[in-house]
């Protein structure tokens, strides 16, 4: 997965390779520690891309299972599918209102448009955001909202900040967040709860390449 942690370039070109429907397939079908690296290649992929590649690769279908390794009991791989989602979300805002091709069908990737130097765009008023719409009926925003209380500091403030940012959510009261202690995570006021306790354990990311992107 490092080389789609590296530039848009790069990623472009893993991308022309043909490589990413077959990425996309192992989500679902191989055993799980392949199946992270086809995730962290992706997500990385998602987080360094130019905005129309990113519309290439959600319309290779990975929004579907990715959304489902919200689940995962990993915070590391979670906060991976986090940015992944959020550079989506984020493409999907400022393409609004362009002819881009926002499906999640698992059509063919094509890549003619995918150049890294996209054009700057103004989103159309009120235009919806076409990325939200497919995290949504993907499941993804059920599952977002699911980890509102993650245990995890670091997830919990990515969700927070995508569903504000793209969902409309309420602002979280900081009371509610998990803060870190001695004896693990503190929510509020309340007892500290040991990470082995809590339903989701861990860490923060510890993957970090080209800017905070997950990398193997």
């Given at each position: 997965?490092?080389?789609t942690a590296g530039s848009s370039h790069q990623i472009d070109a893993v991308c022309a390779?043909?490589?990413?429907?077959?990425?996309?397939?192992?989500?679902?079908?191989?055993?799980?520690?392949?199946?992270k690296e086809a995730a962290y290649a992706l997500c990385n992929a998602c987080v360094g891309?130019?905005?129309?590649?990113?519309?290439?690769?959600?319309?290779?279908?990975?929004?579907?299972?990715?959304?489902?390794?919200?689940?995962?009991?990993?915070?590391?791989?979670?906060?991976?599918?986090?940015?992944?989602?959020?550079?989506?979300?984020?493409?999907?805002?400022?393409?609004?209102?362009?002819?881009?091709?926002?499906?999640?069908?698992?059509?063919?990737?094509h890549l003619p448009c995918a150049s890294p130097a996209s054009p700057p765009f103004s989103?159309?008023?009120?235009?919806?955001?076409?990325?939200?719409?497919?995290?949504?009926?993907?499941?993804?925003?059920?599952?977002?909202?699911?980890?509102?209380?993650?245990?995890?500091?670091?997830?919990?403030?990515?969700?927070?900040?995508?569903?504000?940012?793209?969902?409309?959510?309420?602002?979280?009261?900081?009371?509610?967040?998990?803060?870190?202690?001695?004896?693990?995570?503190?929510?509020?006021?309340?007892?500290?709860?040991?990470?082995?306790?809590?339903?989701?354990?861990?860490?923060?990311?510890?993957?970090?390449?080209?800017?905070?992107?997950?990398?193997?």
């Amino acid at each position: 997965s490092n080389v789609t942690a590296g530039s848009s370039h790069q990623i472009d070109a893993v991308c022309a390779s043909g490589v990413v429907p077959r990425l996309v397939e192992m989500l679902s079908t191989e055993e799980h520690d392949i199946l992270k690296e086809a995730a962290y290649a992706l997500c990385n992929a998602c987080v360094g891309a130019s905005r129309s590649t990113v519309s290439a690769l959600v319309s290779a279908g990975l929004v579907e299972p990715l959304s489902g390794l919200l689940e995962c009991p990993e915070p590391e791989l979670v906060l991976a599918v986090l940015e992944a989602f959020e550079a989506v979300l984020d493409a999907g805002a400022t393409s609004a209102g362009m002819h881009l091709p926002w499906t999640s069908a698992g059509s063919p990737l094509h890549l003619p448009c995918a150049s890294p130097a996209s054009p700057p765009f103004s989103p159309a008023a009120g235009a919806p955001n076409p990325a939200a719409a497919l995290i949504e009926e993907a499941g993804g925003l059920e599952r977002l909202e699911a980890l509102h209380h993650h245990a995890n500091p670091a997830v919990y403030a990515k969700v927070a900040a995508i569903l504000d940012a793209h969902f409309g959510a309420d602002p979280i009261d900081e009371e509610l967040a998990p803060g870190v202690v001695a004896e693990g995570y503190r929510f509020g006021g309340g007892a500290a709860v040991h990470p082995r306790e809590a339903s989701h354990s861990g860490g923060g990311r510890t993957r970090e390449a080209d800017g905070g992107r997950a990398a193997r």
